[in-house]
Each structure stands twice: as C-alpha cells, then as structure tokens.
C-alpha cells in the first residue's frame, strides 16, 4: 500500500515548472511600449523631427529591449581588465574589453552617432544637429538597457561641445572631425578627468600642474602636466577634457586652466601617462573607471588659460543634465519590470498586483518615474531654445540642470529597491536585471558632484545669486495659463504651491543657518515644478483625446511629495484608489475622468 502510494504520487505531474516564475522585459520594444513617452514627444518635439525619428526611436527601442539588453548583461559579468605591460616588458598599458561591450560602442557610436549628432549635420540621415530633444530620447531608451558606456558616449558628446565652443581654430581643425566620426577605426572617443586624492567636490583643491611648452607647427598650443588624477571613467579615452594648474597660478578655482589629453601623440607615440589600476566598482563595472598617473603629458590648452574652471563647469552642468535623464531612463526599466512581474506572478489565489501594498508600491515606482520623464523632456526643450539664443532659457536651464540631477538621481535608487522587492527573491540574483539596476542606481548620486553639492548649487548659486526660482516660477505660471483644459481650481493649486516652494528656497538662500535646509528646498522646486509638468501634459494630451493620466500622477506628485500628513492618522481619499486603478490599467483615461478625480 505504502509502495503504491509513492508510485502514484511520482508518476502525477505536479505544478513546479518555470512557468510559475514572472517574466521579464527582454524581447520588449521600450519605444513602443512606453505611450507615455510616445504622447509627450508630440509636446516637446516638431512633427517633421518626430516623423524622420521615429524609425530610429523604434529601432533603438527594439535593440534595447533585445540585444543591447543581452549585451549588457554579459559586459557587467565581463568587467574590462587592465594588462600594465605588454610581452617585451614595456609600459604600454591597455585595456581588454569583452566583445559584448565593443559590439555596444558599435551600435552607440557607429550605427546611431549618439556622440555627435548634436554637434554635425549627417547622423541618421539628419540634415542638421539633433534637438537636444531627440539626443536625450535616444538616451533614455539606451540607458534601459545599459547604463555604464552610457558615461563615454556622454563624455564624448559634453568634450566635444567643450572643445567646439572654446578651443581655438587649429585645435578643432586637429581633433573635431574625429571627435564627431561614426568611423570606429578612426574615430576618437572623450572623457573628463576632474576628481584627484585631494579635490572631489572641492575642485580648487586640485593640484595637478601644468607647465607651457609652446606653440606647436599646427597652431595648437601645448603645454606638460604631472599630477595624479583619483577616479578617471572611460580611463582609456583617446582625448581627455581636463583642468591642471599652471605653475604659478592662484590658488582654488580661479588657478585652474582648462586641457583635452591625447593618448596618443600625432606620431602615434604614446602620451606619458599611465592608467595604474583600474577600480573593482559596486556598478557600472562594464564600463572601465580607473586611476591616471601624469608624467609630463603633453595636453593642449582649450580656451582662455584664465577661465579653466568656467568652460569645464558648462561641460559638467551637461553631464548632469545626462544623469537626469539616465536616472529617468533606470526608473522606466524599474516600473517595466515591477509591472511584467505584477501582472504575471500569482500568489494566494491571484496575480500580485491585486493586493492593496502591492499596488501602492507600483505607485511609488510609478510616480517618480514619470516625474522624471517629464522633466528630462522639458529640460531637454528647454536647452534648445538656450542654444538658439534664448537668454531667458538660458537662466531657466541654470537651475533646471541641478534641480533635476538632485532630485532624479535620488529617487533612483528607492525606484530600484522598490522593483527589486516586486520580483521578490530572484531580483537579487544577478540573472535577472534588478540587481544590476541597484547597483547602478548608486553613482548617480556621486558622479558630477553629490546630493549635497548639487542642492547647494541650487540654493546658494541658481537661486540666491541668480534668482533663477523666479524665472522657474514665471515659465511655470505662463505654461498653466497656456493649459486652458485644466480645472481652474487646481491650476490655481499647482500655482500657488509653486509659488510657496520659490518662497521657500529664497528664506533659506538668504539664511546662513538654513543651509542645512538646502536639500528640502531643492526637492520641493522639483516636486512643484513636476507636478505642474505633468498636470499640464496630462491637460494637453486629453483635450485631443488622448490618455490625460498625466493629470492624476500630478496629485499624487502634490498629495505625497509636498503635502505634511499625519503618520498616525487613519484618513481613506476614495479619489486614490480610482485613480491607482487607472494608473495601473492600460486603458486611456478620459480628460473628464481625470479632471473629476483632481478635483474631489
């Protein structure tokens, strides 16, 4: 009998295959998955941009979602080595890549030229440079998929506007028809080297020197350097935008001079410096970030030798308006994977994303996600119109870049573990992309200055020596009065408490003692502004009679990111649980529906 019953129970298939773990997004287009971008870009960019892209946005989302994916997902388990000499012994330092990360240089810089089609007419066929619109989508689909070479083909794309912008005649006759190439074979890729042993944050720290050697034959002027540089990403770029001191100069920030480093000299010699290690890093390990040391490297002097750290601020304010967008793009794979994962996986007798904390979860992943969205976008429209002359998008994107990299870049890394926990125990295996996720999220606060620096850049510099709050409130007062779909009661809410959070940040810009209040400030001008994004967005997309869920996500932005609540006070806001239902079905939500919900 005991014998029978073990029988009958091995021969009876039983449930335990694969089919009970969620999938997840790879195979996914992440262009035509994501309608809340695709609705946006009909805002943001003109429709004869949009017609001649969208090819190129649908294939980029393809191969993000599909082989960049797998791609990345090699080069992160196959992290660059260094080989400090070759086989005679010689100092010839190089770095091995796995072939997973050539082949995405290849589709990054070769096939889409997301280095340089800001800069040069002819990249995807453009008949003129790409808005900054069209640059940072392309951005924010590749990032979904990989975030570590995203660093070079950033620093590539900022070195080449810093040297278009203040390198003289001969030295862009020298390197900027390679620095703007799509020619893998002769192409030359950029970095930044700003961070020493000595001077992170603190750039006047910097003691790297630099010493005039002359004018050489093309007109380029040449100088040496010597000094250690501390955390060097893209440690082998072929041209490197760096500050040293020249010997003799004033101390801090206004002794610097700004460089662009060859590795290699117009005779094909080697420079004289040396890559000493590599660093073992928590994330963008596919990408290599090492340490330099300078032995009298020959570097050639971009601008005015008395405005180094001027020129390099422009290019690091680019970097970080690139790292909103990076942490937008993380945030969108994040609330992907966190919604794949919702509606398949099956517990207690049903999929996961019927569960109350579960759907109030997605909401936190969904939130910021979109918040982020929409200030990469508006930003990115915003930088174009600075770029075409407009001085006050110029001081509106003074503060817009920090305020977004602050903000963004924070809410990454919440997002990530927030995904991660959705998967549940497989998200910290590092088969899967949530790991991954997690770990990268991190450096975004870290690299072009951290939380602390950028918040202080907002509130000591943007708004209390160049007003810059009022000019974000004016463009955001003038931008509802263009949104006559919105109910008036809350476009005169959004207003006010943008209104309240410029008040806010001047009272601690103008105190001493409130500076330890810098961050609040910062994060309340991006919640407020975000919010008035997206209610004006969602305003605009309904009245064509498309999705106006942008609407909602705006009170949920001012509900939970602005308002004070009681932590042990029971209150039910029937509206919340209408609109989480809307959020988190696929359906358009009508511009009627979403104005009643903002307006019980």
């Not at 388990?77 to 290849?106: C, Q, S, T």
């Amino acid at each position: 009998m005991l014998d029978t019953t073990i029988r009958s129970r091995t021969d009876t298939p039983r449930p335990f295959g694969a089919h009970h773990i969620a999938p997840d997004c790879r195979g996914m287009n992440f262009y035509r998955a994501d309608q809340g971008l695709r609705d946006l870009l009909g805002l943001y960019l003109e429709p004869d941009w949009l017609q001649r892209m969208e090819p190129h946005f649908q294939r980029m989302g393809e191969l993000a979602g599909g082989r960049l994916d797998e791609l990345a997902d090699i080069a992160d388990k196959h992290p660059p080595v260094l080989h400090a000499r070759d086989r005679f012994g010689r100092d010839e330092d190089w770095i091995e890549y796995h072939p997973a990360y050539r082949e995405m240089e290849k589709i990054a810089f070769g096939d889409f030229g997301m280095h340089a089609m800001s800069h040069r007419a002819g990249v995807l066929g453009m008949p003129e440079p790409a808005p900054p619109v069209v640059k940072y989508v392309f951005t924010y689909l590749f990032v979904q998929a990989e975030f570590g070479l995203m660093c070079p083909i950033s620093m590539s794309d900022t070195s080449n506007l810093t040297i278009r912008t203040f390198g003289s005649p001969a030295l862009k006759k020298l390197l900027l028809d390679r620095l703007l190439s799509t020619d893998m074979a002769s192409m030359l890729k950029g970095a930044q080297f700003m961070t020493e042993k000595a001077g992170g944050s603190d750039v006047g720290a910097i003691e790297t020197e630099a010493e005039p050697v002359g004018m050489g034959p093309d007109g380029v002027e040449r100088w040496r350097i010597w000094g250690d540089k501390w955390f060097c990403s893209h440690a082998d770029a072929d041209v490197t935008v760096m500050l040293a001191r020249p010997r003799g100069a004033a101390a801090g920030t206004k002794g610097l001079a700004l460089f662009a480093l060859p590795r290699r000299l117009e005779d094909g010699s080697r420079n004289a410096y040396r890559v000493v290690r590599l660093k073992d890093k928590l994330g963008t390990r596919s990408m290599a970030s090492g340490e330099v040391r300078l032995d009298g490297a020959i570097a050639y002097l971009v601008g005015d030798v008395a405005n180094g750290f001027k020129q390099m601020m422009n290019q690091v304010n680019l970097s970080r308006l690139s790292h909103g967008v990076r942490a937008a793009a993380m945030m969108r794979r994040c609330l992907n994977e966190a919604l794949v994962v919702a509606r398949h996986r099956r517990a207690f007798g049903s999929t996961i994303d019927a569960f109350p904390l579960l759907r109030r979860q997605l909401l936190k992943i969904m939130v910021p996600t979109e918040q982020a969205l929409s200030m990469s976008l508006w930003s990115a429209a915003v930088m174009g119109r600075a770029h075409a002359g407009d001085r006050d998008a110029a001081a509106l994107l003074r503060i817009l870049t920090p305020v977004f990299k602050f903000r963004a870049c924070r809410d990454n890394i919440p997002v990530a573990a927030h995904a991660l926990e959705v998967r549940g125990g497989a998200g910290y295996i590092e088969e899967w992309a949530n790991a991954r996720l997690v770990r990268d999220a991190q450096i975004g606060t870290l690299w072009e200055g951290t939380s602390n620096i950028n918040a202080l850049d907002v509130i000591a510099r943007a708004v209390g020596k160049a007003n810059g709050h009022r000019a974000l409130q004016a463009a955001i007062d003038e931008m509802l009065g263009r949104s006559p779909s919105l109910p008036g009661q809350f476009r005169g809410l959004l207003s006010a408490t943008m209104g309240r959070a410029a008040d806010f940040a001047e009272k601690v810009a103008a105190d001493p003692r409130y500076e330890k209040r810098s961050r609040q400030a910062a994060g309340a001008l991006y919640h407020a502004v975000t919010a008035a994004l997206l209610a004006a967005e969602g305003a605009a997309i309904g009245a064509k009679g498309g999705d106006a869920r942008r609407l909602l996500l705006a009170r949920f932005v001012l509900d939970h990111r602005l308002r004070t609540q009681d932590p042990l006070a029971l209150h039910e806001d029937a509206w919340e649980d209408e609109a989480t239902a809307l959020l988190l079905s696929d359906g358009r939500v009508p511009l009627d529906k979403a104005s009643a919900l903002v307006s019980a």
